[in-house]
């Protein structure tokens, strides 16, 4: 029966793309959920057609993609609502959008303010029950699809089947294309000395039976490595890494700690390599989840001792974090840091860590600035951030005084550094 409307359905991306029409408002989910092959064959169609005013919405884009091209500017435009190193590169050339927001809210927006005139996403091979798997993404794929005109699917036998609340019947499917190419990686991180420093400074406050947020990055998988040795670890997280896989493997990590999904580690997406992707393939002790849960402050809580770790590029002495853009030049978004701050200072004896180098381009510029550089977004304001870390220390700000946050973050400053930034805590009549 399935199988039939399956063959019913399933048409060449070339068909699908040339029912793309001027002003088409297109939406996938994070990452991996672009269909690759689809999007080239819209992109084609819309030249050879002369349209204007499409828009694809995504998430986190990884895979490189002619929409970022200059000559489908105007035509069909990237909206960006975390940028990737390809829309992060659109954006400055003035060749995507951005669509700012905290990553929890995103499928309230989309039943609030957008309507879909298509939902296009790569998905895994239809079971014989007539589902498809959404693989490696929960996020916000249920609400775009639930009010779009059309939903397109490209069916790849690479993208993992996996569990959880992202899946879709073939019932409500009005095309479907197959394309069996590799799903994009990530490449591994080198951990560097500082990265490793940082590291070992944040699992040393980790307790055994800590609930873990971890994000991509040296510092993230120098924390994933020196946590080998802690005990009964749980995973609630945005994203499913590398390192994950290998704290479930070697067995720090079981989940029994946790209050909610108990026995289970559970996300929103999944990012890495083929071995991630291999392990998360039908694995019932991995589920992917709606960020607008996942990543809710009052749901994160319910777990004790959860802990955050995310990144900044600068923060100020009022504690004041920007982790999106460097001056006004966009980088990427907001996405769950602030999600998870509140949610990990909210837990019982939960903590959230902000952790980055204390310099940049060769110890040449401080992160730890008197104020932010003109221009930069403020990710996390000063008063949700609880603890700060650089290679010289962790900075405690929460319940601190402003006087008193700025000796903290001095402390932790480059050396070479210090002595200006308490000039200038003094100028500006901070130290008291």
């Not at 609400?143 to 073939?170: D, K």
């Not at 004790?304 to 006004?328: H, K, P, T």
Request: proline share 5%.
């Amino acid at each position: 029966m399935y199988q039939e409307e399956y063959k019913r359905k399933l048409k060449s991306m070339e068909e699908i793309a040339s029912q793309i029409q001027s002003g088409f408002v297109c939406a996938t989910g994070t990452t991996l959920s672009m269909p690759v092959g689809l999007t080239e064959a819209i992109a084609k169609h819309i030249l050879k057609n002369d349209l204007h005013g499409v828009t694809h919405h995504q998430i986190l884009g990884i895979q490189p993609t002619s929409i970022l091209s200059p000559e489908l500017k105007g035509r069909y435009t990237f909206v960006s609502w975390f940028s990737g190193a390809p829309a992060r590169k659109g954006v400055q050339a003035g060749l995507a959008d951005v669509m700012p927001n905290y990553y929890r809210d995103i499928p309230g927006m989309w039943r609030e303010f957008f309507r879909p005139d298509v939902f296009y996403a790569t998905v895994s091979p239809m079971d014989k029950h007539g589902w498809f798997s959404f693989g490696c993404t929960g996020a916000e794929v249920m609400a775009q699809y639930e009010n779009a005109r059309y939903i397109f699917l490209e069916v790849n036998p690479n993208m993992p089947r996996t569990f959880g609340s992202q899946h879709i019947h073939i019932s409500k499917v009005d095309a479907l294309c197959e394309n069996n190419v590799p799903m994009a990686e990530l490449p591994p991180v080198e951990i560097d000395e500082v990265s490793q420093t940082i590291g070992n400074l944040i699992t040393e406050e980790i307790p055994d039976g800590g609930v873990i947020q971890l994000g991509v990055g040296a510092v993230p998988n120098a924390v994933g490595n020196a946590l080998m040795s802690k005990k009964n670890l749980g995973i609630h997280t945005e994203l499913f890494t590398d390192s994950m896989v290998d704290l479930v493997e070697s067995g720090a990590v079981t989940n029994y700690s946790k209050q909610i999904h108990k026995g289970k580690s559970v996300c929103v997406f999944a990012m890495g390599s083929k071995k991630l992707y291999d392990f998360v393939d039908d694995n019932p002790g991995v589920e992917f989840h709606s960020v607008d849960y996942i990543n809710d402050p009052a749901v994160i809580c319910q777990n004790d001792r959860a802990i955050s770790i995310n990144s900044a590029l600068e923060v100020d002495f009022y504690g004041q974090v920007c982790a999106e853009s460097i001056g006004s030049k966009h980088f990427s978004g907001t996405g769950g840091q602030v999600d998870y701050v509140r949610g990990s200072t909210q837990s019982k004896g939960g903590k959230s860590f902000i952790a980055f180098p204390s310099t940049a381009k060769n110890d040449s510029i401080s992160k730890i600035k008197p104020a932010l550089t003109p221009g930069a977004i403020v990710s996390t304001s000063k008063n949700d951030v609880d603890r700060v870390v650089t290679e010289y220390g962790i900075a405690m700000l929460r319940g601190k005084t402003l006087s008193q946050r700025t000796k903290e973050l001095i402390r932790i400053a480059h050396p070479k550094f210090r002595d200006e930034l308490l000039f200038e805590a003094k100028k500006m009549n901070i130290i008291i």
